[in-house]
Every structure is written in C-alpha cells, then in structure tokens.
C-alpha cells in the first residue's frame, strides 16, 4: 500500500478534540497491496479484487456504535462494474447470521442488515455505480428508520424492511474495507475499486450535513460529537490505515 498525502492534512473543521473517537483503536491493518490512487478529494484505496482489504475490527459492533442511531458515508468508484459479489464494507459475525454491508453486482449496489439469521432490511439501488464516476454512499439510522442515499437521493428500491429501526449490534465483532468476513476466519467477496472518505459517526446525519458531503470531505463537518472513526485514505504509511479523527 501506498498514499499521496499527509494523514493529517485534514481535520475536522472547529475541532481540537473527538469526545467519541476510538483514537487508534480504530487504525486499520492493510493487507494485501491497496495502492493509493486519485481519489474523490486527494488520495484514495485502490483494491486490486483478488486479495485487497483492511481489517479494522476495533470499530466493530457497539465500539461502532453506542447507541440505535448512526451513519456511515463513503465514496466509491468501480473501473469494472461488471464485476459481481464486490463487497464495499462489512461488520460480520463469527458464524455469518449477523452482518451489515453494501456490495455491488455490477452497477448494482446492494446493502443488507441481517441479525440472528434474519435479513432486519435489505435495498438495492439498480444503476446506481456508474462505471469510472465517484459515488457516495450513505447509510443513515436515525433510531426509527434507516434510510440509504445514493448522492443524496434515497430513490432506492427495499426488498424488505420489516425491522427499519435495527442497526449495528454487539455481535458484529468484525469490520472489512474491501471484503467481507463472515466467519473471523475466510475472507470473500473483494472489491474491485476505489473507497475514499470514509466516514463512522455515533449520530444520524442531517439533510444539511448529506448535502454538504456530496461536495466536500466529512473532515470538513463542522461536528466533533459522535464521530468515532474517520479516514481520508490519504496517509503514507504502507501498513496501517489511520484513524484520522484525531485532536487538529
């Protein structure tokens, strides 16, 4: 793995401290060779498809996420979106009935939330990965509902969701970039593609925070509180992805 930029060329705007962050319980360890590209903002991860991915279990289940609410933004962009089973990111369990990620089949992009062997909601937006375009992606529990935005527009088809208020548990004891691990043991599904900015925040997003991010890096938000994870894949370090949410 290698980065473009200084990890810490960005901090969080008004921020001096991260009352929420894990610090560096929430660094990633890189595995396999996720070269740094031209990203949404700066640099970005590149996975290659076969073996790419970043293991960052210590922001897995309630670390996550203390609460019912939260959110997760990302970009992607895919260079072959008729590539299937590409996993973005994963929280997984330790025998596979309990896990939340968003892959994509193609232009396809997919999400599901499934806890003790039952699918809690699962969407799809069909198209909505176009090839070689930056896409953001937005999860967002807001303690009654979840809600998926594609660039800001939740025009996306549900298969189910019969328990919308469901989110991040306790058993998810695993978090993948780049694969999913459902078993702490086998790794599957790898992304073929770019991830950058990737943001974990304790509390639900605003409509103003969502637009806001559909022009601008999450280091930006003028929000301290809740952010528990955040990386701008930007760093030089060929062995560990930074969590960025550190004190300016």
Request: net charge negative; with cysteine.
């Amino acid at each position: 793995m290698s980065y473009l930029t200084n990890p810490y060329r960005y901090a969080v705007a008004g921020c001096s401290s991260f009352p929420d962050s894990l610090t560096t319980s929430a660094n990633g360890d890189v595995n396999g060779t996720v070269i740094a590209g031209s990203g949404k903002f700066d640099g970005c991860l590149s996975f290659d498809g076969v073996d790419d991915f970043v293991d960052i279990d210590g922001v897995a289940g309630t670390s996550a996420f203390s609460t019912n609410e939260g959110a997760i933004s990302f970009w992607v962009k895919v260079n072959s979106p008729s590539v299937t089973d590409r996993t973005h990111f994963a929280f997984g369990d330790t025998d596979a009935n309990t896990y939340l990620k968003v892959q994509n089949d193609g232009t396809l992009i997919q999400w599901s939330l499934r806890k003790a062997g039952t699918i809690q909601w699962e969407g799809r937006k069909t198209g909505g990965l176009p090839n070689n375009t930056w896409t953001n992606i937005i999860l967002n529990q807001n303690g009654t509902a979840i809600d998926v935005f594609i660039n800001n527009d939740n025009d996306v088809t549900w298969n189910t969701d019969d328990y919308p208020a469901e989110w991040v548990t306790s058993a998810m004891n695993n978090f993948r970039l780049g694969c999913r691990n459902y078993n702490n043991s086998d790794n599957t599904g790898f992304f073929e593609g770019f991830i950058d900015d990737f943001l974990i925040i304790d509390t639900a997003l605003t409509s103003d925070q969502r637009t806001f991010l559909q022009t601008n890096p999450a280091s930006s938000l003028a929000v301290c509180d809740g952010i528990k994870a955040y990386y701008n894949c930007n760093q030089l370090d060929n062995s560990t992805l930074t969590n960025n949410a550190v004190p300016t």
